[in-house]
């Protein structure tokens, strides 16, 4: 498995690997309603160990990272966790935003380009369970933010469901020291795109949850069961 020490480390070396190693596929993508050629990793992983606490720079730096909307869609994922908090990452205030970039959700009806979850709904309620049950159980295996569900099986060739599977939280406890690494599974990413913004957030997340235990970060690791991106988007990643 590689290790790297930065998300944008991380980001530029995967997308270079899947332009050199990937293999040609056609898939079916609801959003364009056709085959498309793609290359693909079938399963495919590696961890970062940053030095210390993550910092600002050094998510948003990271080759395709939209830092409003990291900022907007974090806020969202862990406002009602806290919901009289201002919330805080790194002692940098999260940027308000006004607009509502998910006023559409919902089920997507015969509209296959409208997603049918919010990522934000299935997940700030768990990682309250998870904040409040590592403070009872530091050394918990189990503490696991599910995304991916049931009905999105029934759904998956319809709608839009989750790229996401979950979050895994493992605490690191020994006699000298707290730590908290983080497991983060994709079923599907697309390198050029979500992919930096996903991973972005998920740290983003660890770091915050991290804070709250008042435990240092200790490795974050990646896994998506398929890596992919449209033949003609590799362009240039050399």
């Known amino acids: 498995m590689r290790i790297y020490n930065s998300l944008k480390e991380a980001v530029s070396e995967t997308r ?36 210390d606490k993550l910092t600002m720079d050094e998510l948003m730096t990271a080759n395709g990272v939209d830092k409003d909307y990291c900022l907007y869609e974090f806020k969202r994922r862990i406002s009602e966790v806290l919901p ?21 959700l ?11 979850y919010d990522y934000a709904e299935r997940l ?28 999105d099986l029934i759904k998956s060739e319809k709608v839009r469901v989750p790229c996401s599977m979950y979050y895994h939280f493992v605490p690191v406890v020994t006699k000298n020291s707290k730590k908290l690494s983080m497991i983060y599974t994709m079923r599907s990413s697309d390198v050029m795109h979500h992919f930096p913004n996903d991973l972005c957030m998920a740290m983003m997340i660890w770091q915050w949850v991290a804070n709250k235990l008042d435990y240092k970060i200790d490795s974050f690791t990646f896994f998506s069961s398929n890596l992919h991106e449209y033949v003609g988007n590799l362009e240039g990643v050399f």
Do not use: W
């Open 16 to 51: 270079r690997e899947l332009a050199e190693m990937g293999l040609v596929s056609k898939r079916y993508y609801q959003s364009s309603g056709k085959e498309t050629e793609t290359k693909e990793l079938i399963g495919y992983g590696f961890k970062i160990i940053p030095e």
């Open 84 to 104: 009289n908090n201002v919330m805080e990452f790194c002692n940098c205030d999260v940027e308000s935003k006004t607009i509502d970039l998910f006023k559409d």
């Open 106 to 116: 919902g089920m997507a009806n015969n509209n296959k380009n409208v997603f049918s």
């Open 124 to 151: 700030f309620q768990k990682i309250a369970i998870i904040i409040h049950n590592l403070k009872l159980y530091p050394n918990s295996r189990q503490q696991v933010a599910t995304i991916y569900e049931a009905g």
